[in-house]
């Protein structure tokens, strides 16, 4: 069997398509395993409320209209 080697054109990194508001972004991790990045952490939190879905929070606000819909519709029999 033979070995495949990657050319220097495989080897370059690849940067990922992104979007226009995180261009320059980079996020790392340095030699203590921390979390290291060139932006503001409060520009990146609002950019993710702005463009994201927290799916814990839609799912607790549909359970808890569910169970406001389930007590409602329950009558009381004497």
Partial sequence: MSVKRKSK???EKKLPKLNKALQ???IFLDE???VKTNENLDHINNFLNQNLVDLKL???????????IKTSGKTKKK
Avoid at 62 to 67: C, H, I, Q, S, V
Wanted: hydrophobic share 25%; glycine share 10%.
């Fill in 58 to 68: 839609e799912e607790k606000a549909l359970k808890e209209e569910n169970a406001k």
């Fill in 32 to 34: 203590f395993g921390r």
């Fill in 9 to 11: 054109k495989q080897k």
């Fill in 24 to 26: 320059g972004f980079d």
